[in-house]
């Protein structure tokens, strides 16, 4: 199984990952052996079901694998006291569906992942701002989440994602529910960041025209890697 | 932003359903400031009654009865020649029905006795005497009876002339049928018989010195109690009675408020799974989001707590209005109690909260990415 290493550390190390549903009938991920390292783009691309999104779910802790080992900067996921720290300090998610606070405007929105950070009220605010302000939000920041287009939405949920300065951004179908148009403004400034901030992005996409950006394609179905490399396989393509 | 205006603007979701429930806490808690407000008024008021008559020890048998039970008038010769006693005053005090009052404080007093001293006369006169068949009325039963005087009053079977309006400096005082203890004696059947003994101490008279003259009327007079005109009432078992009567109804209602606190915030959990999921997912801690529930219900405790006391002092000042209450009791709504029943809203609002928030943090922040 071939890796791309963009940098020397391995940020995640995947052995034998499994996850399965109701009691072992549902097998979402099947033994997956997976090492990503500091600054790649990783694409993981398959069919639904294929456990692309439960794996993207196992890297960010957000459940805990049936069996197997997931290390994070060379520590196990599963053993660490305080997961919540490493989901708000370490990672960065983007939803498909933004899932920002419906109730809270941009700003608030942004400031939401800091209260588990020492951060005065007034930095949270003026971190946020910054943020916003980085995806072009700047003029949109009282405004709610029903009063914001999807693109704009979605830059909101990558601001969010960058409240804590996390080195890992998860990515599932970011751009899943926009138009081509602000599909391609959200790929280019997810894309920059990562470039710019050299910060690891992992992404599940469905989008062939996305995956062709990234560093290394992870191909996936039922529960396997069926392919790792350079560019999106062409059984997949 | 604070935590606080994020625990706020999960309240402001479901306007109408946080309306609802803190309506809901409130007319608990408005029972509790009403009831206990009430209750303690009605014991405030009767020390109040006897400091105004300027008694210090209350000789009387209070027993389950809200009037104590009535004893030989001979017993009180017992006690007037003690040391450090002052004076005595022989009376029978009875709750009965006036006319159409349901309940009115009627208060005979030994003829020339120092508890007719406080009386003020607004109109008309006292008695002529103790045999002269009169009355006079405090203030406010002269309202509740809507008497005047020169106007006749039906009591018991008699019908008595009432001689005078009087300010009595007391609520109790005010609300009271007033006459000559033999003149009640004699149109209730009662001769010789008393139930309450009001004595005043010599000036200077040390607690000690109080102390052991109430035990020496105890040791003389088995029949009644002595006590100091502040434990009247509270060693009285009706009032003791009422008096958990009235903390049973209100922790009734607290409960109600319980429930409905605990359902509100349970659908608050089971409407707000997905942003539950989303804070955790973002690297909340299970903790903090117990600690959101628990503040939002806590939140929603303290203003329905604010409301109920509103709406309790509000009630009560209508309540004491009404004819059967009217003159009998003065409302005790101190700080305190108000406070307490702030307090009590706020723990009930903690513990409504505790179940719901044990259940939001049991849900996997991976449930934010389904739909």
Redesign the interface.
């Known amino acids: 199984m071939a890796t791309t290493n963009a940098g020397d550390e391995c940020v995640f190390e995947a052995i034998a990952l499994k996850k399965e549903y109701d009691d072992g009938q549902v097998q979402a991920l099947r033994g997956v052996d997976l090492r990503i390292h500091t600054g790649e783009f990783v694409a993981i691309v398959g069919q639904s079901g294929s456990g692309k999104?439960t794996l993207l779910?196992m890297l960010?802790a957000?459940?805990h694998p049936s069996s197997g080992q997931l290390l994070y900067r060379g520590k196990s996921l599963e053993e660490s006291s305080d997961l919540?720290?490493?989901?708000?300090?370490e990672?960065g998610?983007i939803?498909q569906?933004f899932?920002l606070?419906?109730?809270?405007t941009a700003?608030?929105n942004v400031?939401?992942?800091m209260?588990?950070t020492s951060r005065p009220?007034a930095e949270?605010?003026t971190r946020a701002m910054e943020l916003l302000k980085a995806v072009g939000l700047e003029k949109r920041v009282h405004h709610f989440p029903s009063k914001l287009s999807g693109g704009e939405r979605q830059r909101v949920a990558i601001a969010?994602s960058l409240?804590?300065g996390a080195s890992v951004l998860l990515a599932?179908e970011p751009t899943g529910n926009l138009d081509s148009e602000n599909a391609g403004y959200i790929m280019d400034l997810i894309v920059n960041l990562h470039r710019e901030h050299n910060v690891t992005l992992v992404m599940v996409t469905h989008d062939m025209g996305i995956a062709h950006r990234a560093t290394r394609v992870i191909a996936m179905r039922d529960g396997h890697i069926v392919s790792d490399g350079a560019g999106v396989p062409s059984a997949v393509s | 932003?604070?935590?606080l205006s994020?625990v706020s603007?999960?309240l402001?979701?479901r306007p109408v359903r946080t309306g609802l429930t803190m309506i809901g806490i409130a007319i608990g808690i408005a029972a509790v400031v009403a009831l206990v407000g009430m209750s303690r008024g009605f014991q405030t008021s009767w020390t109040n009654g006897l400091k105004t008559r300027g008694t210090d020890i209350v000789v009387s048998n209070m027993g389950s009865a809200l009037t104590p039970k009535p004893f030989a008038a001979t017993q009180a010769d017992k006690i007037k020649s003690l040391p450090h006693v002052a004076a005595i005053c022989t009376l029978m005090v009875d709750l009965i029905s006036v006319e159409k009052a349901d309940m009115m404080i009627v208060s005979a007093r030994q003829w020339g006795g120092f508890s007719w001293g406080n009386l003020k006369i607004v109109s008309g006169r006292l008695p002529k005497d103790e045999k002269e068949k009169a009355v006079v009325l405090g203030q406010t039963a002269a309202d509740v009876l809507k008497k005047k005087v020169g106007d006749t009053l039906q009591l018991e079977t008699d019908e008595l002339q009432v001689v005078g309006i009087v300010d009595g400096g007391a609520i109790v005082e005010n609300g009271s049928v007033i006459l000559s203890l033999s003149l009640y004696q004699e149109i209730t059947g009662n001769d010789g018989k008393i139930n309450v003994i009001d004595l005043r101490m010599t000036p200077g008279t040390t607690k000690e010195e109080a102390a052991e003259l109430t035990e020496r009327i105890n040791s003389l007079v088995p029949e009644a109690k002595a006590v100091s005109a502040g434990d009247n009432i509270r060693n009285s078992q009706g009032y003791r009675i009422i008096n958990a009567m009235s903390w049973g109804t209100s922790l009734l209602a607290v409960l109600v408020g319980v429930l409905g606190v605990m359902n509100t915030m349970l659908m608050t959990v089971f409407e707000r799974r997905?942003?539950i999921c989303?804070?955790?997912?973002?690297?909340?801690?299970?903790g903090?989001v117990v600690r959101m529930i628990l503040w939002e219900s806590a939140l929603l405790g303290f203003l329905g707590g604010i409301g109920g006391v509103v709406l309790g002092v509000i009630g009560v000042k209508i309540l004491i209005t009404a004819p059967a209450i009217k003159g009998l009791l003065e409302p005790d709504l101190n700080a305190v109690l108000l406070a307490q029943a702030v307090v009590i809203s706020v723990v009930v609002g903690v513990i409504s909260g505790l179940y719901p928030g044990w259940r939001s943090s049991r849900l996997?922040?991976?449930q934010?990415?389904h739909?």
Not at chain 1, 84 to 89: D, E, G, H, P, T
Not at chain 1, 101 to 104: D, E, G, I, R
Not at chain 2, 278 to 286: E, K, M, T, Y
């Open positions: 999104s779910q960010g957000l459940d919540a720290a490493y989901r708000a300090r990672i998610f939803f569906a899932h606070l419906p109730t809270f700003l608030e400031q939401i992942p209260f588990e009220v949270r605010k969010r409240a804590n599932d | 932003m604070t935590f994020i603007r999960g402001m979701r997905q942003e989303i804070l955790l997912a973002v690297g909340w801690r299970r903090r996997m922040p991976s934010a990415l739909g």
